[in-house]
């Protein structure tokens, strides 16, 4: 019996989840996953509540194993993931501020989606009225320390995010980041949708991983529903998800080069990133391929327009101009 069998074992299978099993478990369990996967045995895939529980995706990666376990949290309290395994904090604290639960042993107490803007806190679930958001970033003490406030607003696209550097000189202290700036209450718009509805507003969660976005939602649906999707359309979101990946790759190292002022690499980063969506556009109708990806399979197919346009962004296609480049320049020496 592989170590998730074993944790399942303890708790009350649900027998109509898919597509993987979930058990609803105790505390003692709960805590036991935890110290698990502080020491490498499970890794963390999510966690999140509603009104009276508390969940988490987990996985047992030599058993290539996946499970759900839920707890119940009645009184609004469940023993803290984080304070054994701490890339749980921000999901904890993401969960407080939504649904009002506590995670109990909670290393960080602040509050990470709520700013103090909302008018409300804990909109998914006790509904109390709103109080001032005192939130403190972390101290560091030392000599000739000085602080460099980064954001929220930044130059370009990027979303926003509050990065508090504290260096000396060269040499960076203490970095501290505050995100949650673009939390758009997209699990209260979801109540009630229905399903198109529901993938669209998936899709929206992050402009440029729309793809990834609606394909996560689509696949959990299908999984919950049943549906058998036709195999063209599997490998035309396989396709999309590419595509998607590849652009959004290129505009990061382009941007990580510019940040160590390699203009001239940024630039052609850019190049390749737009080539990339411009194929997109012509194989779907869309830079970005936003709503392609719907519940069942896809809205649009790949014609030999757009199979063409794939057939031109080959890695030799797109990495020519920058080798036949370095090539004058060796010569030029």
């Known amino acids: 019996m592989s170590l998730l069998n074993g944790i399942l074992a303890n708790g009350t299978a649900m027998s109509d989840h898919r597509p993987w099993p979930r058990a609803i478990v105790d505390e003692e369990t709960w805590k036991h996953a935890a110290t698990d996967m502080a020491e490498g045995r499970l890794s963390l895939l999510g966690l999140w509540g509603e009104a009276q529980a508390v969940h988490m995706a987990v996985r047992e990666e030599t058993a290539n194993a996946y499970a759900v376990l839920s707890l119940a949290s009645p009184g609004g309290r469940y023993p803290s993931v984080a304070q054994f395994h701490a890339p749980a904090l921000r999901l904890e604290r993401a969960a407080r501020d939504l649904f009002g639960l506590e995670p109990e042993g909670l290393p960080d107490t602040r509050s990470w989606l709520d700013h103090g803007k909302w008018g409300v806190r804990h909109p998914l679930g006790k509904h109390e009225h709103a109080t001032p958001v005192d939130y403190r970033f972390l101290p560091a003490e030392g000599e000739s320390l000085h602080v460099i406030p ?184």
């Not at 490998?235 to 001239?264: T, V």
């Not at 709503?291 to 962004?313: N, Q, Y």
């Open 150 to 333: 980064v954001g929220p607003v930044h130059a370009g696209i990027i979303e926003p995010g509050y990065f508090r550097f504290t260096a000396n000189g060269e040499t960076v202290v203490r970095l501290e980041e505050r995100l949650g700036y673009v939390h758009k209450g997209i699990e209260s718009l979801m109540a009630g949708a229905d399903l198109q509805r529901g993938c669209q507003l998936a899709g929206r969660t992050s402009g440029d991983s729309t793809v990834a976005y609606a394909y996560a939602f689509a696949r959990a649906a299908e999984a919950a529903l049943g549906l058998e999707v036709p195999p063209r359309a599997i490998y035309q979101r396989a396709l999309m998800a590419e595509l998607e990946r590849l652009a959004n790759h290129f505009g990061d190292f382009g941007a990580i080069c510019n940040d160590a002022s390699f203009a001239l690499m940024h630039a052609q980063c850019g190049i390749l990133r737009e080539r990339v969506l411009r194929a997109a556009d012509l194989c779907f109708g869309h830079r970005l391929m936003r709503d392609r990806i719907v519940v069942g399979g896809v809205s649009v197919d790949l014609d030999g327009k757009g199979a063409a346009a794939l057939r031109v962004l080959d890695v030799e296609r797109v990495h020519a101009p920058c080798e036949r480049r370095r090539a004058e320049r060796r010569r030029s020496f």
